[in-house]
């Protein structure tokens, strides 16, 4: 295989420009990308989330996400409650100012998997998914 054809070289050159594009979200200035992705990630769920999610989510190691969740905290886009009877595990809930972002968040996630698949046959695509859930599980 060529240097340039390695699977891991095209997962590392996709995730910097991911990383550069998601810098870019129009709700750059009221948060960064990382609080943006977490804050789309909490938006579309349904029922309660952990920390444990948003690290499995994002494989964040726990002292990452604790930052980023702090940051978050602080900024007043989410807070965390302890579940009654177990004060150790925190719900994550989004305030009414992580809320307001949620049409932008929204619309800023839409944006980037249509510019990210744009001209990719649905099969390929699907292909390409299953693909990367599968390298996803080979490394731990």
């Known amino acids: 295989m060529e240097h340039d054809r390695h ?30 992705k977490v804050l789309h990630f909490l938006l579309a769920q349904k029922g309660d989330v952990f920390q444990k999610d948003v690290e499995e989510e994002y494989s964040l190691r726990p002292s990452s996400a604790t930052q980023l969740l702090q940051k978050m905290e602080q900024d007043g886009l989410i807070r965390r409650e302890s579940l009654p009877g177990d004060a150790r595990r925190k719900r994550i809930v989004v305030c009414s100012k992580g809320l307001a972002y949620k049409a932008a968040v929204m619309e800023d996630i839409r944006t980037l998997e249509a510019q990210l698949t744009k001209g990719i046959d649905p099969d390929d695509l699907e292909t390409f998914l299953r693909v990367m859930e599968q390298m996803l599980k080979n490394i731990p």
């Open 7 to 36: 699977a891991a070289r095209y997962v590392s050159k996709l995730s910097n420009k991911l990383r550069r594009q998601m810098e870019s979200f129009s709700t750059k200035g009221q948060m960064s990308g990382a609080q943006g």
